[in-house]
């Protein structure tokens, strides 16, 4: 199963920018990020959009989709450049249904993002923008593996964080004068990661210990 499933894949270099779903399309592949972030963006029917979630190393974009209707209801675009996995949703399928292990990791993967997204609203609505800026900071940073040169705008940030730009500016200037970050055009250089951390929301770590235990948890997936 292995080997069948990785003949299948595909490596593919990603570029910043690049859209790999529009809202509405087909599901015709799906992601794996080895180095790139992927972020996935809600849309409104006026067309203005918020960044929902980001996608990095260990996490997958369409796997759910591929499976349900096969539609996107999310924009996904390469935040920062890098490489990835992508397999054919037909042969994803048919290795989903095939394989036991798979399920299990793609339900664990699924039920540790409810997780993240149910905290993150929590987020929103209590912690400071600084704080929460700090939280995507790192978050950008593990899950790209791009260490501490982030490519990432101001605008990007607000986008994500749900803000102003101006919000972000301010926020950016405050962490830059407390030595935890630099802050160019275009990107974002982290200083200081275990003071960085330290001023990040709680939000982080409740995020990471709910997420461990998931993947951990020996209990059998329940299936149909």
Same mark, same amino acid.
């Given at each position: 199963?292995? #080997?069948?499933?990785? @003949?299948?894949?595909?490596?593919?270099? #990603? @570029?910043?920018?690049q859209v790999l779903q529009e809202t509405g399309d087909a599901v015709d592949w799906v992601w794996f990020p080895e180095n790139a972030l992927i972020c !996935? &963006?809600?849309e409104s /029917?006026?067309?203005?959009s918020v960044s929902?979630?980001? !996608?990095?190393r260990n996490g997958t974009f369409g796997a759910f989709e591929a499976c349900g209707s096969r539609l996107s209801y999310a924009r996904a675009l390469v935040q920062i450049d890098g490489n990835a996995w992508r397999i054919r949703d037909h042969h994803y399928r048919d290795l989903f249904v095939q394989s036991s292990n798979l399920r299990v990791a793609i339900h664990k993967h699924i039920?540790?993002?409810? /997780?993240? &997204?149910?905290? #993150?609203?929590?987020?929103t609505a209590i912690h400071r923008v600084e704080h929460r800026m700090c939280r995507f900071l790192l978050d950008a940073s593990a899950r790209s593996h791009q260490g501490s040169h982030l490519t990432l705008t101001q605008e990007e940030l607000a986008n994500a964080l749900?803000?102003?730009?101006? @919000? !972000? &500016?301010? &926020?950016?200037?405050?962490?830059?004068r407390s030595g935890l970050i630099r802050s160019r055009?275009?990107?974002i250089d982290i200083l200081d990661f275990s003071r960085l951390e330290a001023a990040a929301c709680s939000c982080r770590r409740t995020i990471a210990f709910a997420q461990q235990e998931i993947l951990m948890t020996s209990e059998r997936v329940c299936e149909a």
């Amino acid at each position: 199963m292995a #080997l069948k499933f990785a @003949t299948n894949l595909e490596r593919v270099e #990603l @570029t910043r920018g690049q859209v790999l779903q529009e809202t509405g399309d087909a599901v015709d592949w799906v992601w794996f990020p080895e180095n790139a972030l992927i972020c !996935i &963006a809600s849309e409104s /029917v006026e067309g203005e959009s918020v960044s929902g979630g980001m !996608i990095g190393r260990n996490g997958t974009f369409g796997a759910f989709e591929a499976c349900g209707s096969r539609l996107s209801y999310a924009r996904a675009l390469v935040q920062i450049d890098g490489n990835a996995w992508r397999i054919r949703d037909h042969h994803y399928r048919d290795l989903f249904v095939q394989s036991s292990n798979l399920r299990v990791a793609i339900h664990k993967h699924i039920e540790a993002l409810l /997780v993240e &997204a149910r905290q #993150l609203v929590a987020c929103t609505a209590i912690h400071r923008v600084e704080h929460r800026m700090c939280r995507f900071l790192l978050d950008a940073s593990a899950r790209s593996h791009q260490g501490s040169h982030l490519t990432l705008t101001q605008e990007e940030l607000a986008n994500a964080l749900g803000v102003q730009r101006s @919000t !972000i &500016a301010v &926020a950016s200037s405050a962490l830059q004068r407390s030595g935890l970050i630099r802050s160019r055009r275009g990107s974002i250089d982290i200083l200081d990661f275990s003071r960085l951390e330290a001023a990040a929301c709680s939000c982080r770590r409740t995020i990471a210990f709910a997420q461990q235990e998931i993947l951990m948890t020996s209990e059998r997936v329940c299936e149909a």
